[in-house]
Structures are given as structure tokens and as C-alpha cells.
């Protein structure tokens, strides 16, 4: 969406940046970077939240090249999420609008990293949304849940990651399986926040889940049979990422 100054008619800022938007698209991936706790300055094009998110968007963009899967980004106009004023879920749902209006409603995965990955969660409800892969989230205990019934939560946390607690997210997943979200959590063992242990595991995972959530093949086995369980069984919750084959499964 564009913002404007209503009384110099400024543009002030437009959420949605477009990766690869193909003429006619099945679906879209919309991704989203971290950013801080509290800072309201503008973030550069080029910082290292982005920078961070490079990699799982050319291995999107790689997967998806022959399926009509737009790719977007989320462009925060603040670095911080600030409290109440949740800046960067107000970005990712300004960006969702911009969306819509141009592809229609066409299914929408969110992928999300920290703070990026706390906006996912708090824009999944929006009506595009079918689903979302958070990595790394940030979900304090006082944040809704109820927009997230009826779509599929995946979340890969890191071990020995100490910016976002892992027990937090589990938490988090908890609730939300027990309001309604179909959600499955993954361990990523040695690996910490930035996501620099194990990296191309965090690229082939979140890439695989992301396009089995846009129906281009079928879920891992482990994953479809976590999202299964009844909403208070604590084993989808506590999955141990495997390693991560070079060979992507064929699409579907």
C-alpha cells in the first residue's frame, strides 16, 4: 500500500516489493526479514535483516521458477516493531492489500525471520493467507493467536538461539493448536538466531515447506502427521529437523 501526506499528497511509502511477478500467478510467497525491538528510524534498502533473507529467497525463486509463484518482500518503514504501534504488522498487512489489489486473491504463504516471522503470525488472518513458515519468531506470551484457525503454522526454532526463546515459541504454538491453527514445530539442533549453523539446512527446509504449503508437492510425511495430531498433543511440537538432501522432491 501507499501512504500519503494528506496535506501535501507526499508518497511516504509502499510495503510491497516484488521479487519475481510472473503475468498470471497460481500464488504468492510474501517474505519477511527482522528488524528490533524499538527504533523508529527508516531502515536502508540494503541492511542485514535483508541481506539475511537472500539466500531463502533465491532458493525460492529457484524452486518455483516454472510454477507461476509470485515472490514479494515486506518493506518495514520503521527497524523496530515498537510496541503497541506494531509497525511491521501494519507493513505486512499494507503489503498483503497491495497484493490482492494487483494478483487478486490468490493463496498467500508468509514467510517470516524474528520480528518478520512475529508480523506473520500477527497479518496470518488476513483473507489471502493460507498458511506461513516462521523461523526463528518472536512471540511474547501476550500476543493473539485466534487469527491464525483454519492455517497451517510451521515454526523452525534453533536450540541455542538466546534473541527469541524457543520456549516462547512452543508456547505460542500451543495456543494457537488450540485455536483452531493446524501447526507443526521444528528443532533446529546447534543452530542459533542468525541462522548461521546449519545453514543450508534453514534454506532447504524453509524452501520445501514453502512450496509444499503452495500445493506444488505433498508436505514431509513427519510434517503432515504433526498437523494431524489433536490440538493438545505436545509431539507436533517438538520435531528435530533432519538434514536436509541437495535433491528437492519432484512437484507435483
Known amino acids: 500500500m501507499i501512504g500519503s501526506d494528506t496535506d501535501t499528497g507526499t508518497v511516504l511509502h509502499r510495503a510491497l516489493q516484488w521479487r519475481v511477478r510472473p503475468a498470471t ?4 510467497v510474501l517474505v519477511l526479514h527482522g528488524g528490533e525491538e ?6 536502508r534498502r540494503l541492511n542485514l535483516p535483508l541481506l539475511r533473507m537472500h539466500g531463502f529467497l533465491r532458493a525460492l525463486t529457484r524452486e518455483t521458477a516454472a510454477d507461476a509463484i509470485a515472490i514479494g518482500t515486506v518493506r518495514y518503514r520503521h527497524r523496530g516493531w515498537n510496541g503497541a504501534r506494531a509497525d ?33 503470525l500477527r497479518a496470518a488472518g488476513h ?32 536450540d541455542r538461539d538466546t534473541v527469541t ?13 488450540a485455536a483452531g491453527a493446524r501447526v507443526c ?16 539446512d534453514w534454506h532447504r527446509a524453509t524452501t520445501r515447506l514453502t512450496t509444499a504449503l503452495l500445493g506444488l508437492h505433498p508436505l514431509p510425511a513427519e510434517t503432515a502427521s504433526a498437523l494431524a ?9 517438538s520435531l528435530l ?9 519432484a512437484h507435483a
Open 165 to 177: 526463546a524457543p520456549a516462547d515459541t512452543r508456547a505460542f504454538a500451543a495456543r494457537s493448536r
Open 88 to 120: 511491521a504488522a501494519r507493513d505486512a498487512l499494507a503489503a498483503l492489500d497491495d497484493l490482492t489489489e494487483t494478483l487478486g486473491p490468490v493463496p498467500t504463504v508468509l514467510v517470516g525471520h524474528s520480528m518478520g516471522g512475529r508480523a506473520a
Open 185 to 200: 514445530g521444528y528443532t533446529v539442533a546447534g543452530s542459533g538466531h542468525a541462522m548461521l549453523q546449519r545453514i543450508p
Open 229 to 237: 495430531l489433536p490440538p493438545t498433543s505436545p509431539e507436533a511440537l
Open 25 to 28: 500467478p497460481r500464488a504468492a
Open 241 to 249: 529437523l533432519p538434514r536436509q538432501p541437495r535433491t528437492a522432491p
Open 127 to 158: 483473507p489471502t493467507v493460507t498458511g506461513l513458515v516462521a523461523l526463528a519468531p518472536w512471540c511474547p506470551a501476550e500476543d493473539p493467536c485466534d487469527q491464525l484457525a483454519d492455517r497451517d503454522v510451521l515454526l523452525l526454532h534453533g
Open 38 to 43: 524499538h527504533n523508529l528510524t527508516r531502515p
